[in-house]
């Protein structure tokens, strides 16, 4: 199965860490995660990706545990706009192959 | 640097008639993806082109057709609509390298009557 495993949502408080998990046990080696976000009405947008290391860039940081099992999106300091729903994804995107999405996490920010 | 866009942004169709759905890949992309994201859902991969030729299709019935133009842009073409067809589709674009990531336009949304 190419799906991924996400709680259905989350609650965080404007400032503090968003922690996002995402459960992908059956990952090939040559595939890598993806975390893409969506707005209400608007597309999904990417945050960042990685394989095996962890990456951060000025949206957020990824970490991928060492077995490649597991991983999670971290928002560092949340705002109210980070509100959204949150995909982790996962694909080689070679010819011919696509980004499996599930239902993703539903992440509510608040003051 | 251009993005995705996606035209028209809504569209209403009756049951039974033809629609197509035009996309404009973000500069220097060359492969075209097309997502069916019914409300509540994530998205749902319809087809991908590289190259002008189709080259993965997921889980679809042939009434979904599309085409890619030299120039990378791309269009979903459906056939006989159905009720269930009412949905937002999104094109998104990349290079075909393989960890280049999608970036999505935002969408068509596609009613039925």
């Known amino acids: 199965d190419a799906k991924t495993t996400q709680p259905p949502s989350m609650d965080c408080a404007e400032g503090r860490a968003a922690n996002l998990p995402c459960n992908h046990s059956?990952?090939?080696?040559?595939?890598?995660v993806y975390w893409y976000r969506q707005i209400h009405s608007q597309g999904p947008q990417y945050i960042i990706h990685?394989?095996?290391n962890n990456e951060t860039n000025e949206m957020a940081s990824l970490i991928i545990t060492e077995d490649r099992k597991s991983s999670t999106l971290i928002l560092p300091h949340a705002t109210l706009r980070d509100t959204a729903v949150y995909y982790c994804?996962?694909?080689?995107?070679?010819?011919?192959?696509?980004?499996?999405f599930g239902k993703g996490t539903t992440l509510s920010v608040s003051s | 640097e251009t993005g995705v866009t996606q035209s028209p942004t809504h569209l209403i169709k009756t049951r039974g008639q033809q629609v197509t759905l035009r996309c404009s890949s973000q500069?220097?992309?060359?492969?075209v993806s097309w997502y069916q994201q019914a409300l509540g859902q994530g998205p749902q991969f319809i087809f991908q082109?590289?190259?002008?030729?189709?080259?993965g299709r997921g889980n679809f019935p042939p009434r979904f057709s599309g085409l890619q133009f030299p120039n990378y842009s791309s269009e979903l073409n459906v056939n006989a609509l159905e009720l269930d067809d009412s949905a937002l589709y999104l094109c998104?674009?990349?290079?075909?390298?393989?960890?280049?990531?999608?970036?999505f336009g935002n969408g068509t949304r596609l009613t039925v009557t």
């Open positions: 998104a674009s990349s290079h075909n390298t393989p960890e280049s990531p999608l970036h």
């Open positions: 059956t990952i090939s080696g040559n595939e890598y």
């Open positions: 990685g394989l095996k």
């Open positions: 994804t996962r694909g080689a995107n070679q010819a011919g192959t696509a980004l499996i």
């Open positions: 500069s220097g992309h060359n492969t």
């Open positions: 082109y590289y190259r002008e030729e189709e080259n």
